[in-house]
């Protein structure tokens, strides 16, 4: 049995995502940000860096993965879907997750967390941030320019992205002026394993998940 110990992030939809795109039977076992579940001893012991998600496979010894790339690239080799077995083909979609971890989720993040949490508001901080996350929106919205997805068929390339874009409102990134990364984002939007996904581990309203999301940022910073 697989267990994914997570909380309502990007980097958790993400796992989350893949998990019922696969279609295999999970364990789901919240973590409280707020509460600060994932910096006490249980947690970290799986996790050392003391972030969300993990996930521990069971019928492997009860080994456990941290870092979310390093999620997708697991589950995507235990169970031989969405990353091409072509050496190449297979490159490209590693090259977009490592692009989505380095960037496209810190610059983001970023922009979240000085639009959103931080108490004092620091224009130029904000800009920065903001124009880079668009930067790489442009960058997207180029690679998706004659194709419908990252990289060839629908990949963890996707699965990694989706929900940093998927965020844009809250950092107060603009995403109006990518047509082609729009459209992108409504296909993958449309998937029923993708809708499913962001419902875990929790499904709010919208407003309970603006005032979560607010308070587990703030406790973040603190």
Known sequence: MLELLTSETPN???VSILLEELGVPYKVTPISLTDRVQ???WYVALNPNGRIPTLVDHDAGDFAIFESGAILLYLAEKFGRFLSVDPQDRS???QWVMWQMSGLGPMMGQA???NRYFEEKLPSVIDRYVRESQRLFGVMDAQLATRDYLVGDYSIADIACFPWVRGHDWAGVDMSGFPHLQ???ERI???PAVQRGLLV???PSDEEMAEKTTKQGK???A
């Open 189 to 191: 939007s449309a998937r």
């Open 183 to 185: 459209r992108w984002f």
């Open 112 to 114: 979240t967390v000085f």
């Open 39 to 41: 910096k006490q001893d």
């Open 12 to 14: 958790g939809w993400k």
């Open 92 to 94: 490209r979609v590693i």
């Open 219 to 221: 406790t973040i910073l």
């Open 201 to 203: 581990p929790t499904p």
